[in-house]
């Protein structure tokens, strides 16, 4: 099936008559069928895939970044605290329906495809709750907007990311990885600067972001062309089987399983390590953590190039090269070395080198990672939404229990009003070095 303004080559999956001699048995184990063969996709696909994921960053993001902040201060002054309320029951609430969110696109069948209109239902929700808490009254109601908003964003969010485990073949994930990676880190930058102008109008406060993403979303939706899904075969099921979705045996999928304890560790790390930032810099040179937000600025910006140089790098150098293991443990080596570079660090310039050398590192292992995931996700033709929420948790319970792991390590071995930063900082190292090595487990990608 063609699209007239689409001149793309239609992907198909296309199994092979029978196994080749040349594809190891543990392959055709992990993934309990014969590889698939998937065509190149064009300029078009890649590019308006790049800017569909930078309009949602933008849309969703920039209200973690200031927006919201703005808000919980005009509506409960003095309850800074609420702002990490709204937040966490936002990504709890994504955390548990994210794999629903992704059987149910699976099993979608309408002449546009299983993943457009997910992306046009999760747009049209995410700007109304942007429009919510624009206008939100108290705390609740803007509570409520949030999770609305991480919610539908979201679901563009994920659809997108399903799309290419639908469409990219091997050669072309880490360099798509790597730019997606790279318009995602730069998104809530231009997020802020755009709306650093209207602190004081809540509606273009929220708006102006959201519609980049409307905008950009709908390039993707509009012109990118997704095969119709209607004649597709879906097995029946009931609450029972929607509940075991949530469920896989990881002995079926080790690979998988590996790269999702890989991937654990890393966000858990990583979450350990940026949590305290502003008070390890505070307690480090001896200041106020208000006089050390211009540095946390500053190495928030040279952070982002190092992260793009990271990503960028690493996600094409793993397409050159067809290797994956390595330019992932490479990533968590960079950021351990960093992490115990600023736990050691006696002054400012050997924070900031740590701290680069973390953001480096954090490129190079997330969009590597990335195309790995999409290398080993079980049952890609019937399942791909499933296992793309499945692995959600292992960003997902980090980033809501890090936190509270890293608040008791930082009593250890200290009185007073002191904290053990250098502890916390080497057990996150320790953590990101753990899941690189661990994705060296992965029997079926290089």
Same mark, same amino acid.
């Given at each position: 099936m063609?699209?007239?303004?689409?001149? #793309?080559?239609?992907?198909?999956?296309m199994?092979?008559?029978?196994?080749?001699?040349s594809?190891?048995a543990?392959?055709l184990?992990?993934?309990d069928r014969i590889?698939?063969?998937l065509?190149?996709?064009?300029?078009?696909?890649?590019w308006f895939m790049?800017l569909?994921?930078?309009?949602?960053f933008?849309a969703f993001?920039?209200p973690?970044a200031?927006?919201?902040?703005?808000?919980v201060?005009?509506i409960?002054p003095?309850?800074?605290?609420?702002?990490?309320?709204i937040?966490?029951?936002?990504a709890l609430?994504?955390?548990?329906?994210a794999?629903?969110m992704?059987?149910?696109?699976?099993?979608?069948?309408t002449r546009i495809?299983r993943?457009?209109?997910f992306m046009?239902?999760g747009?049209?929700?995410?700007?109304?709750?942007?429009v919510?808490?624009?206008?939100a009254?108290?705390?609740?109601p803007?509570?409520l907007g949030w999770?609305? %908003?991480?919610? $539908?964003?979201g679901?563009?969010f994920?659809?997108?990311?399903?799309s290419?485990?639908?469409?990219?073949? #091997?050669?072309?994930?880490?360099?798509v990885?790597?730019l997606t990676?790279f +318009?995602t880190q730069? %998104?809530p930058?231009?997020g802020?600067i755009?709306?650093?102008?209207?602190t004081?109008n809540p509606?273009l406060l929220?708006?102006?972001p959201?519609?980049? $993403?409307?905008?950009?979303?709908?390039?993707?939706?509009?012109?990118?062309?997704?095969?119709?899904s209607?004649g597709l075969?879906?097995?029946r099921?009931g609450? +029972?089987?929607?509940l075991?979705?949530?469920? @896989?045996?990881?002995r079926r999928?080790?690979d998988f399983?590996?790269?999702?304890l890989g991937?654990?560790?890393f @966000?858990f790390?990583?979450t350990?390590?940026?949590?305290?930032?502003?008070f390890?810099?505070?307690?480090?040179?001896?200041?106020p953590?208000? #006089?050390?937000?211009?540095i946390?600025?500053?190495l928030g910006?040279a952070g =982002?190039?190092?992260?793009?140089?990271?990503?960028i790098?690493?996600?094409f150098?793993s397409d050159?090269?067809r290797?994956r293991?390595?330019? =992932?443990l490479?990533g968590?080596a960079l950021? %351990?070395?960093?992490?115990l570079?600023m736990?050691?660090?006696p002054?400012?310039?050997t924070l900031?080198?740590g701290s680069?050398i973390?953001s480096t $590192?954090i490129?190079a292992?997330?969009? =590597?990672d990335?195309a790995?995931?999409?290398d080993?996700?079980?049952?890609?033709?019937?399942?791909a939404?499933?296992f793309m929420?499945?692995?959600?948790?292992?960003?997902s319970i980090?980033?809501?229990?890090?936190?509270?792991?890293?608040?008791?390590?930082?009593?250890i071995g200290?009185?007073g009003?002191?904290?053990?930063y250098?502890?916390?900082?080497?057990?996150? %190292?320790?953590?990101?070095?753990l899941? $690189?090595?661990v994705?060296?487990?992965i029997?079926?990608?290089?």
């Open positions: 063609t699209n007239p303004i689409d001149d #793309e080559p239609v992907i198909a999956a199994p092979t008559a029978m196994p080749s001699p594809v190891p543990e392959i184990d992990e993934q590889p698939s063969t065509e190149k996709v064009g300029a078009r696909y890649i790049v569909a994921q930078f309009g949602v933008m993001i920039t973690i200031i927006s919201l902040a703005i808000r201060q005009a409960a003095g309850h800074d605290e609420y702002l990490g309320y937040t966490g029951a936002g609430f994504v955390m548990v329906t794999p629903f992704g059987v149910w696109s699976d099993r979608t069948r495809g993943r457009r209109p046009i239902g747009m049209i929700v995410g700007v109304i709750s942007l919510w808490m624009a206008v009254p108290s705390i609740v803007l509570g999770i609305l %908003a991480q919610w $539908g964003w679901t563009v994920s659809n997108l990311g399903i290419t485990a639908d469409r990219l073949p #091997e050669s072309q994930r880490g360099k990885a790597g990676g +318009a730069i %998104a930058v231009f802020v755009l709306t650093s102008g209207f004081g509606l929220f708006l102006l959201g519609a980049v $993403g409307v905008v950009l979303v709908t390039l993707f939706v509009t012109l990118v062309h997704e095969d119709d209607r075969p879906r097995e099921i609450f +029972a089987g929607l075991g979705k949530y469920l @896989y045996n990881p999928y080790p399983s590996w790269n999702w991937r654990f560790l @966000y790390g990583l350990l390590n940026t949590t305290f930032t502003a390890f810099f505070a307690s480090r040179l001896g200041v953590v208000t #006089e050390v937000a211009g946390i600025a500053a910006g =982002v190039l190092a992260v793009t140089a990271g990503a790098g690493g996600g150098l050159r090269f290797r293991k390595v330019f =992932v490479l968590g950021m %351990a070395a960093g992490m570079t736990a050691l660090a002054g400012l310039p900031i080198t680069l973390v $590192g490129g292992f997330s969009a =590597v990335q790995l995931l999409l080993v996700l079980p049952e890609k033709e019937t399942d939404g499933r929420g499945i692995t959600g948790f292992a960003t980090p980033q809501a229990a890090a936190p509270l792991v890293a608040s008791g390590i930082l009593l200290v009185s009003h002191e904290k053990n250098s502890l916390l900082f080497i057990i996150a %190292a320790a953590l990101v070095l899941g $690189g090595l994705i060296l487990r029997r079926s990608v290089r």
